[in-house]
């Protein structure tokens, strides 16, 4: 993995977990005040953001070698990664796994944290990794 990229992926995991970190504290005290919903739990949020961080920055790497426009691609991908995220919290709405306490603001909360950290991800990457085009042959 070239160095800058890493540093990109560094300080966007950096960045998303702490902003999603704190943002789990506000949101818990909100819908979640007797910290029965363990999706809320600020380990499970700060693991989980990195992953997802982490993950985005090994598939940016994989696109730039092979996309044409990579930060076109990364980003569309991003979009359709975003969207399968909220599989899981609405399967927590709908009763399957842990979900017993899945209140529709808890679950709304955890999908807004999937935005604010897919926003931060994103953006720190393309912003900090130079567009590179695939060479034409």
């Known amino acids: 993995m070239p160095r800058r990229l890493l540093i990109a992926g560094t300080l966007a995991t950096l960045l998303a977990v702490a902003v999603n970190v704190v943002l789990s504290i506000l949101l818990r005290s909100i819908v979640d005040p ?3 919903f363990q999706p809320l739990n600020v380990s499970s949020v700060a693991f989980l953001t990195a992953f997802g961080a ?19 691609r990364f980003i569309q991908i991003a979009a359709v990664a975003l969207l399968l ?12 796994g842990p979900g017993e306490n899945a209140t529709i603001e808890r679950v709304l909360s955890l999908m807004a944290m999937h935005v604010v950290a897919a926003v931060i991800i994103v953006t720190v990457l393309v912003m900090l990794f130079p567009r590179r085009a695939r060479p034409s042959v």
């Open 34 to 36: 007797s910290a029965v």
């Open 54 to 72: 982490i993950a985005a920055t090994f598939v940016y790497e994989f696109i730039i070698g092979r996309a044409e426009d990579p930060r076109r």
């Open 85 to 96: 995220s909220f599989i899981p919290d609405l399967a927590l709405f709908a009763g399957v």
